[in-house]
């Protein structure tokens, strides 16, 4: 696949590095993608450094790594190129959205036409790289309300060496965002449907 990285931090890079590994090619990008030139030298022939907008167009997926502070620019820098994408939102919003909702509910109405996804959130990237690819494999937890993007960010979890386990729909990301029970858990995929039943009782 193609893989556009939004957001050039830790995890970010460290995603896009493993993309390359897993035999993806990678476009990432930041508010300031002519400062990534060392990152795009250990990406190798596979991965670029490009405009937002330009990262966008370029992916058949898109890992949304941004700080959320830098969330909404980094959507209106996309535009229409996120149109009808699947984007994989690993971003963590402050405890306290407004009204209650997930961030991942506040990105889709801030990018309505992107087939959104909730994953690589949960973890720091310390913890991922401890556990990726290893036996038991480390469950990745999925939200979405979209069968196309659970398909696709299934399938680039798979490859970058996790176990994707879908915790439910859009209106439950917020229980693996900060404040919820599901961030910082360390679950092992045979774990995880006991760990998800006794957070979310009867809702999956």
């Not at 997926?61 to 190129?81: C, M, N, Q, T």
């Not at 036996?135 to 993007?149: G, I, K, R, Y």
């Not at 490859?159 to 360390?186: I, N, S, W």
């Amino acid at each position: 696949m193609h893989i556009g990285v939004i957001g050039a931090g830790q995890l970010g890079a460290t995603l896009a590095e493993w993309c390359v590994e897993s035999g993806h090619d990678v476009a990432i990008t930041s508010r300031h993608p002519e400062q990534l030139g060392g990152l795009v030298e250990r990406l190798g022939e596979h991965g670029r450094a490009v405009p937002i907008g330009e990262a966008a167009a370029f992916a058949d997926a898109v890992l949304f790594a941004p700080a959320w502070s830098a969330a909404r620019e980094a959507i209106d820098l996309a535009g229409p190129a996120l149109n009808g994408k699947v984007v994989i939102d690993a971003t963590n919003p402050p405890s306290a959205v407004p009204g209650g909702r997930s961030g991942l509910e506040t990105l889709m109405d801030w990018a309505p036409e992107a087939h959104w996804v909730k994953a690589f959130n949960t973890l720091p990237t310390s913890v991922l790289t401890r556990r990726r690819g290893h036996d038991p494999l480390l469950a990745e937890f999925v939200c979405t309300d979209l069968v196309d993007a659970r398909l696709t960010a299934s399938k680039l979890i798979r490859d970058l060496g996790f176990a994707p386990v879908f915790a439910g729909r859009a209106d439950t990301a917020k229980y693996v965002e900060p404040g919820g029970p599901l961030q910082m858990t360390e679950v092992n995929v045979q774990d995880a449907t006991d760990v998800l039943a006794g957070v979310l009782g009867d809702y999956i």
